[in-house]
């Protein structure tokens, strides 16, 4: 299976394009080897700024770089750049309406040797809570690509979390991927599961291994957490009767936050969210964690089928 990590696909692409477009600036706060800028740093040293472990100020020259003309992209670790950096993220950037797209990497539980410091799974909760932010999770490098080639076409406010590791290749076609619409990958009655990021992946292994039962479900690529694609949402919900969410990210005011909060008032079905619960991480690889947490594909599996169970239960007693 071809694998390419999201901060590989960046890099490659982002040195392409900053090379015919001067416009173009990444900063970085000690982590070009964790963000695997390559050679960018060296290429194109007059767009490039290394601030150090200084995350709150990347964030403000960036917002400042952006105000000027410039087409920013700021990386550093998710776990810093979604608490220390904030307030910048608020007021800098979206309050001041600047075209900088923040690139938190290794997030989630990808740092996973480094323990609950290091891990950043309640992001995407603060996030989409700050009004002019757009908030994405790329599932694949193709996706990254996608979302990077747009931004640079259209800048906007972003927030944009990858994670460490190669991940499979799901898409082929760049066309299909657009900030803001979700993808259906599979389509089936049985089950809707509404994940994003590395999970993704993990989503189709799991409906491959319900398909071998005979139920069907369907699986959506929500990459972009906000603006949320509610009509994919109200569609599933019609065509499927129930939801799972599914996040590498705190069970509260994630991606199940989000979809919950449209379902509840707008087309009410049985749902489960799906992420890691209210608790410290324990130390290990993004697959042991997920094995830990009933979040590898068998996991995810029972977990549907547990949903469909209630479902069912639902339709038999009249709904009550």
């Excluded at 949320?228 to 569609?235: E, F, H, K, N, V």
């Amino acid at each position: 299976m071809e694998k390419e990590a999201c901060s590989s696909a960046f890099s490659k692409m982002i040195l392409e394009r900053a090379k015919k477009d001067k416009d173009i600036i990444v900063v970085c706060t000690d982590s070009r080897g964790s963000a695997k800028l390559g050679t960018y740093p060296e290429e194109l040293p007059d767009q490039f700024v290394e601030m150090g472990i200084a995350e709150q100020n990347a964030v403000t020259l960036s917002a400042g770089m952006s105000y000027m003309g410039k087409k920013v992209f700021v990386l550093g670790p998710a776990s810093f750049y979604s608490t220390r950096s904030a307030e910048q993220v608020k007021v800098d950037v979206a309050y001041s309406h600047n075209n900088v797209a923040v690139i938190g990497i290794s997030g989630g539980i990808s740092y996973g040797a480094l323990g609950a410091t290091h891990h950043s799974l309640q992001d995407i909760a603060l996030m989409r809570a700050i009004p002019d932010l757009t908030v994405e999770i790329p599932s694949d490098a193709t996706q990254m690509r996608a979302i990077i080639g747009e931004l640079l076409e259209k800048g906007r406010p972003v927030y944009i979390r990858i994670g460490r590791n190669p991940v499979p290749v799901i898409y082929h076609d760049p066309s299909e991927i657009k900030i803001g619409k979700a993808n259906r990958l599979i389509s089936g009655k049985d089950a809707a599961v509404i994940t994003c990021g590395q999970l993704v992946s993990k989503s189709l292994e799991a409906a491959a291994l319900l398909k071998n039962e005979g139920i069907v479900v369907t699986v959506v690529d929500m990459h972009t957490i906000k603006p949320l694609d509610t009509g994919m949402i109200r569609t599933v919900a019609e065509e499927c009767g129930c939801i799972m969410t599914l996040e590498e990210h705190s069970m509260y005011g994630g991606l199940g936050g989000a979809v919950s909060e449209f379902v509840t008032q707008n087309i009410p079905v049985p749902m489960q969210i799906c992420g890691i619960p209210d608790q410290d991480v324990p130390n290990g690889t993004d697959e042991e964690v997920f094995k830990y947490y009933k979040m590898d594909p068998e996991g995810i599996a029972e977990k549907i089928k547990s949903l469909i169970s209630r479902k069912n239960k639902l339709q038999e007693s009249g709904g009550k």
